[in-house]
């Protein structure tokens, strides 16, 4: 079947199986399972996956941490760059072959097959204790809203009150479980009644909180300082370390290597322009991460004076940033429940949305690989949540005593997918591309048509971004950022 005579993916049933095909070349390709019906019902869907908790609570501590207006310049430099050529070939890649993960490498080279196993790891590690930190999320936000006094009240100690509730046996797990069964309720559904239209009502509502909470921030005394810290650039504050946080950032922000833009791009119209969506993706990403870190900054900036205050309450990373630090932030503010109740909503959905995507692209490798209906497939994968989840759980309460090099059960998962899989995952991508299947077909399905294009994005593909992956993978075993 000759690719112009494939039908979009969209003219499928969102039950049927995948229907492979011999190619002209003699390449076995396939559609799937349904797909978006419309080009920004992919945009927001891509766009949902890559705005989750790397925005809101690394970002902002990196920023802080790296110079401010330096370390959002070298972030935005390498987005245009770097990030975009990796994040389109990823898509490409998906609606080329219309396969998950694991066929559309054995598509692209037949002998590259055990490749796609490697990388759906990647999201299988994830999304369990993804799901915990997201059951996190769910508890603080019901905290805020109910005003328990223990951790809204002016005295309230929040660093005993997150310690005490992580440590707890029971009381994470049932958290945990609300958001895992949420997610996988959505992608139950299917890919446009459930994951498409879970998008268009999440993401809008996404904006609207972060610009809403961005105004808020800005308007307390004493942000402009924050604000200056953000967006004005100090030479004189720029290192090597600047440049490789912020690469390491924008590679974990964009949803690299995770299985996912390969999949939602095998779910994308064969007449959406790869390019222009990409472009979207990249924007909408960054100008969250930006105006979460406009949320976040300028806020401690208010509330503690600046200063010393202020970079102390800055050098808290992850969960202690989201669960520690800006609850405390949040006590001190005029309004301040209120705004936590709002701030937890915007956190919550912006994981919920990242959560969905991990969950898919591996529900999609099961529909394809062993022919099982959407719901036995969402089945299993939610076993595979709530085994490594509650072992994520466990280990900061009764399991505490299991770690390795100093590391918690959660850690150690995070660890294994974020400095070591993913940087070998986006490593093997592009070598793989660039110098095992035909590149100019992959510039095709972009719509590269330009010569000067063609010859820039091969050499980010086989020369720089390998690199920079390589840089990435030294630092996670080598650097602590």
């Excluded at 992608?187 to 993401?203: A, D, H, N, P």
């Excluded at 909470?213 to 290192?239: E, N, R, S, T």
Aim: hydrophobic residues 55%.
């Amino acid at each position: 079947m000759d690719e112009d005579q494939t039908p979009l993916i969209g003219d499928f049933a969102e039950d049927a199986a995948t229907v492979p095909s011999e190619t002209a070349e003699g390449k076995t390709e396939g559609k799937k399972h349904g797909g978006f019906s419309s080009k920004i019902g992919f945009v927001l869907a891509a766009a949902g996956s890559a705005v989750g908790l790397g925005n809101l609570w690394r970002f902002p501590y990196l920023a802080a941490k790296y110079g401010g207006g330096m370390f959002l310049l070298c972030y935005i430099l390498l987005a245009v760059t770097f990030g975009f050529s990796l994040l389109i070939l990823e898509i490409a890649i998906g609606r080329k072959t219309g396969k998950g993960v694991i066929g559309a490498f054995a598509a692209l080279n037949k002998k590259f097959k055990w490749f796609g196993f490697v990388c759906i790891v990647v999201p299988i590690i994830i999304v369990p204790y993804y799901s915990v930190i997201g059951g996190w999320v769910v508890k603080y936000f019901w905290a805020f809203l109910i005003g328990d006094s223990a951790l809204t009240g002016a005295a309230a100690d929040t660093g005993a009150y997150f310690t005490s509730f992580i440590g707890n046996a029971w009381q994470p797990i049932v958290f945990f479980l609300l958001f895992a069964a949420a997610t996988v309720l959505v992608v139950v559904f299917g890919v446009q009644k459930g994951i498409e239209r879970v998008s268009k009502i999440l993401m809008p509502l996404l904006a609207i909180l972060v610009l809403f909470l961005a105004v808020y921030a800005l308007c307390q005394p004493g942000a402009m300082a924050g604000l200056k810290k953000l967006f004005v650039p100090d030479f004189g504050d720029f290192k090597f370390e600047t440049l490789l946080a912020a690469l390491g950032q924008l590679f974990y922000s964009m949803s690299l290597a995770m299985a996912i833009m390969i999949t939602y791009g095998s779910y994308m119209k064969k007449n959406a322009d790869i390019q222009k969506s990409g472009r979207q993706i990249s924007i909408c990403d960054t100008l969250f991460a930006i105006f979460a870190a406009m949320i976040i900054i300028p806020s401690i900036y208010s509330v503690t004076g600046g200063g010393e205050a202020a970079a102390e309450a800055m050098g808290n990373s992850g969960p202690s940033l989201m669960f520690v630090v800006l609850p405390q932030m949040f006590n001190g503010m005029a309004g301040g429940r209120v705004i936590a109740v709002i701030f937890f909503i915007l956190v919550l959905f912006a994981a919920l949305t990242s959560s969905i995507s991990l969950v898919e692209a591996i529900v999609a490798v099961l529909r394809e690989n062993c022919r099982l209906k959407r719901w036995v497939a969402c089945m299993i994968v939610l076993g595979i949540m709530l085994v490594l989840g509650v072992l994520s759980s466990l280990g900061f309460g009764p399991l505490s005593m299991v770690q390795i090099d100093g590391k918690s059960i959660l850690d150690m998962f995070d660890y294994a997918s974020n400095s070591i899989l993913m940087p070998l995952v986006a490593i093997g991508t592009c070598v793989i591309a660039g110098y095992f299947t035909d590149t100019n077909s992959l510039m095709d399905e972009i719509g590269m048509r330009r010569k000067g294009y063609r010859m820039y994005y091969k050499i980010m593909i086989r020369y720089i971004a390998p690199v920079c992956m390589a840089v990435i993978l030294f630092s996670g075993i080598f650097v602590k950022l």
